[in-house]
């Protein structure tokens, strides 16, 4: 479900534009100034931004260029002229796409999937993220979900080994090299800390666990993760 943030001064035009793509299965939160913006920003992940360019105080095209500074989500831009330089400069500051009002709701909806698919592909390319079976591993946010939109959560050192399990799947790697990629301190230098952290991995992605089927023992070598990775 992505997350869309309306930024809109005119509070008729921001429910009304909230309540539609609300009933499109989009996530959405809503701000009146860049101020109210920053706030969602810094404490929630958003996939795409529409931004009135004619915001009191900080204006569209300022949001566009500091968000594109630091952040690769897709970014609309929404205003009631029909102004060409309005239009070149949000571009050039990063926008990804442009609207005037009064917008066609379908139009703008297409142009949102548009860019939601493009972006995705996007980070995709940037980001490890790895599905096997019915999870999601997305290596650099730190993220292990099940498809049914749980969240699996892992210590620092069963993320640390089910990223060197995963990244070499297929491979069997011994006891030695996962223990060199465990960083805390807690677990010293004993090689049977592997097998510990093997078991509450199993734990939590195994179906049965005493016949795993993602992690399998290579029996006097080590382990290795034999789920199909897509």
């Given at each position: 479900m992505a997350h869309i943030l309306i930024i809109e001064d005119e509070p008729v035009t921001r429910a009304t534009l909230a309540s539609y793509l609300d009933a499109q299965g989009y996530r959405i939160s809503e701000a009146e100034t860049a101020d109210a913006a920053e706030m969602i920003l810094t404490e929630q992940d958003v996939d795409l931004l529409l931004v009135d360019i004619n915001l009191p105080g900080k204006d569209g095209l300022q949001i566009t260029r500091e968000q594109r500074a630091k952040s690769d989500l897709g970014i609309i831009l929404v205003t009631g002229r029909d102004d060409d330089v309005d239009r070149i400069v949000g571009l050039e500051l990063g926008a990804d796409d442009y609207v005037c009002?009064?917008?066609?709701?379908?139009?703008?909806?297409?142009?949102?999937?548009?860019?939601?698919?493009?972006?995705?592909?996007?980070?995709?390319?940037?980001?490890?993220?790895?599905?096997?079976?019915?999870f999601r591993f997305d290596v650099t946010a730190r993220h292990l979900q099940s498809d049914d939109a749980k969240v699996i959560p892992l210590t620092r050192a069963e993320f640390e080994m089910l990223d060197c399990l995963v990244s070499r799947a297929g491979q069997v790697i011994t006891r030695d090299a996962l223990m060199t990629r465990i960083t805390h301190r807690q677990y010293g230098a004993n090689p049977r800390t592997v097998d510990v952290l093997i078991r509450r991995l199993r734990a939590k992605l195994e179906t049965d666990p005493a016949h795993p089927r993602v992690i399998t023992t290579v029996h006097g070598e080590g382990y290795v993760f034999t789920a199909p990775i897509s």
């Open positions: 009002k009064p917008f066609n709701r379908r139009e703008l909806l297409a142009r949102i999937k548009n860019l939601l698919r493009r972006t995705e592909d996007i980070r995709r390319l940037s980001r490890r993220i790895y599905q096997f079976g019915p």
